[in-house]
Structures are given as structure tokens and as C-alpha cells.
């Protein structure tokens, strides 16, 4: 498992885009180790008690017109005391503007400010994704990610059992793909698991006999995809004529990953079966069940009703 317990401060301000007001405090190395933020309402009223101060302090409308109706000398010791609490930074809202002795409070005590133009429940929102998705926990698992009818499918299997071949269809047929050889796993909740590729082989696939194939260049950019929630496993494997395979599916079976249970499909390989073909079939009626129609409940109800029928129709006639 990969250690994602903190996240860089220039990371988030990278992607998010702020605008920088302390351009003389350095935060090149600020860890951000809590994937949520405090608005410090509280705080600027005095209130300190259970003020967790390693999140993203994010002031909106309502904290700016706080700050503003004080009078300046208390307004000012209000924010440096804020300042002091060693937090990571402070992000104003909206282009609020603090003036420029909060600006210095700021700086005298090594505390980055940053201005967006987005409203406060905007970068709230964001912020809290992004960082949830780069602090949950990680895994790097062998296999292949694919989207297929925007479902996430995971191939897995032994090494050259076919697990590339089949993306290559599959993205032939106008899938895409997410990772092949090694997809990062990360749990960014109790029923979601996010697959990406590693940056280095990212839009890569490996072919046995032929090489390196870059997807992207060769087929175009709507072949390719940066991550993908992971909503089914398929496991390949060599066909074994004294194991009985799953021929109904009414029972749903699952694997786990991170915790998380993940509907999981054991596919036995013989020559003769479009593997593609297969893995469009599965996500297909994985989704049909998603929406309520299970085909396999379906046909057993349907021969049930059927031997009740036969059953009736013999007590009619006299035969039972």
C-alpha cells in the first residue's frame, strides 16, 4: 500500500488555481494531512476550542463581513491570531479582498493567503474532492482498467493470459482505456474505489510479440481515460474441465479490494472466445441489474412459473 498520508500545499494550489497574496512566505513545504476544511467563523469570534487546525481555513462571504464590521485593531488581532494558530494557509473567496495589514499579519507569521474568484461552496466542494481522492488510501494491483459503457472494468489474471489483447479489442470497439500492467487502486469512500495508471506507462499498453503500443497516438485521445470508479472485477483464467463454472448467475459473486466488495466474474479462457465480446456483455447486464432487470432472476422466474403451470394443469386433469 502506498503512503498518501499528507499532500503537498503547492500541489492543491497548482490545481485549484489560486492567486497568491504572500508572495514572501514560502509553502513549498506544507504537508496537508486532512482531506476536509474549516470555515473559522468560530475562530475569528475567539473560539478555539476543538479547532483543528491542520485543514485549508476557507473564508467566505459571511467571515469577510465579520472582519470587516470590527474595528481595525481588533479586526487585525483577530486575524493574527488566526495566523499564528499554525495553519497551512488561508483561501479568500469570491475575489474578497483582505487589506493590506492582514496581508502583513499574514506574512509576519508564515502564513500563506490565496484569493479565487469561487464561491465558497464551489472551492469548498472541490477542495474536499481533491483532496479525498489524493489521501485515500492506495494500492497497485496487476491487471488491466477499462471503461466500457462507462463502467469501470478491472481485468485481472496471470501474466500473458490475454488481459492487453483484450483491451486492444475493446478499445477497437470504441472503449477506453485507463491502465494497462499496473492500475493504482485508491478507496476515496466506503463504496467507491477510483483506478488510475501510473504517470510513467500512463496511455501505454504492452503487446506480446509486437511491444510497446502508445494508445493515445495510434487510436486518439477519446481512447484514452486518466481514472475510472472500478465497478466490476473479471478474472481470467486458464479453462479447467473438472471445475464447474457459474452457468446462471443468480448468486452475485464478489471480491474484495480495500475493503470495499466489488462484483467479481471468473472467466475461464479456451481458444474460440472473443474476450472482448464478453466483457461488453458483463458490463452491459451489470448495469441492467444497476437498474433493477436481472436476466437471471428473470429466466428462473419464468421456469418456475412454468413448472406451477404443469403442476395446476395435471391437479385439473386428474393426474396428481
Keep these: 500500500m502506498q503512503d498518501n498520508s499528507f499532500v503537498l500545499l503547492k500541489e492543491l494550489v497548482a490545481k485549484m488555481r489560486f492567486q497568491e497574496l504572500?508572495?514572501?512566505?514560502?509553502?513549498?513545504?506544507?504537508?496537508?494531512?486532512?482531506?476536509?476544511?474549516?470555515?473559522?467563523?468560530?475562530?475569528l469570534t475567539g473560539f478555539y476550542d476543538y479547532f483543528d487546525n491542520e485543514r485549508v481555513q476557507i473564508i467566505g462571504n459571511v467571515e469577510y463581513a465579520y472582519l470587516k464590521n470590527l474595528p481595525e485593531q481588533e479586526r487585525w488581532a483577530r486575524f493574527e491570531k488566526l495566523?499564528?494558530?499554525k495553519?497551512?494557509?488561508?483561501?479568500?473567496?469570491?475575489?474578497?479582498?483582505?487589506?493590506?495589514?492582514?496581508i502583513q499579519k499574514a506574512t509576519d507569521n508564515n502564513c500563506p493567503i490565496f484569493i479565487t474568484q469561487l464561491t465558497t461552496t464551489d472551492i469548498t466542494a472541490e477542495v474536499v474532492r481533491w483532496l479525498k481522492v489524493q489521501l485515500a488510501p492506495c494500492i497497485s494491483m496487476?491487471?488491466?482498467?477499462?471503461?466500457?459503457?462507462?463502467?469501470?472494468?478491472?481485468?485481472?489474471?496471470?501474466?500473458?493470459i490475454g488481459k492487453s489483447e483484450a483491451a486492444l479489442e475493446l478499445i477497437k470497439r470504441g472503449h477506453r482505456l485507463v491502465s494497462d500492467d499496473v492500475v493504482e487502486i485508491r478507496k476515496v469512500?466506503?463504496?467507491?474505489?477510483?483506478?488510475?495508471?501510473?504517470?510513467?506507462?500512463?496511455?501505454?499498453?504492452?503487446?506480446?510479440?509486437i511491444g510497446i503500443v502508445d494508445v493515445k497516438t495510434l487510436f486518439g485521445v477519446e481512447c484514452v481515460k486518466d481514472s475510472q470508479a472500478i465497478n466490476m472485477v473479471i478474472k481470467l483464467e486458464e479453462w479447467d474441465r473438472q471445475k464447474e463454472y457459474d452457468r446462471m448467475g443468480l448468486e452475485q459473486q464478489?471480491?474484495?479490494?480495500?475493503?470495499?466488495?466489488?462484483?467479481?466474474?471468473?472467466?475461464?479462457?479456451?481458444?474460440?472466445?472473443?474476450?472482448?465480446?464478453?466483457?461488453?456483455?458483463?458490463?452491459?447486464?451489470?448495469?441492467?441489474?444497476?437498474?433493477?432487470?436481472?436476466?437471471?432472476?428473470?429466466?428462473?422466474?419464468?421456469?418456475?412459473?412454468?413448472?406451477?403451470e404443469e403442476y395446476r394443469r395435471k391437479q385439473e386433469n386428474g393426474g396428481i
Aim: include cysteine; proline fraction near 6%; glycine fraction near 8%.
Design 189 to 209: 469512500s466506503d463504496e467507491t474505489l477510483v483506478g488510475s495508471a501510473p504517470e510513467i506507462t500512463r496511455h501505454f499498453i504492452e503487446l506480446r510479440g
Design 87 to 102: 495553519i497551512p494557509c488561508i483561501v479568500f473567496c469570491r475575489n474578497l479582498m483582505p487589506d493590506e495589514m492582514m
Design 83 to 85: 495566523c499564528a494558530s
Design 22 to 43: 504572500t508572495p514572501e512566505v514560502s509553502y513549498e513545504k506544507v504537508k496537508l494531512s486532512q482531506p476536509d476544511i474549516n470555515r473559522p467563523a468560530l475562530q
Design 142 to 160: 496487476h491487471g488491466v482498467l477499462v471503461d466500457v459503457y462507462g463502467e469501470g472494468v478491472l481485468i485481472t489474471g496471470e501474466s500473458g
Design 254 to 308: 464478489y471480491t474484495e479490494i480495500l475493503g470495499n466488495k466489488v462484483v467479481c466474474h471468473n472467466i475461464p479462457i479456451r481458444p474460440g472466445r472473443n474476450l472482448a465480446i464478453i466483457v461488453e456483455s458483463a458490463a452491459v447486464n451489470y448495469r441492467q441489474k444497476m437498474m433493477g432487470y436481472d436476466a437471471a432472476r428473470e429466466l428462473y422466474n419464468r421456469v418456475q412459473n412454468r413448472m406451477m
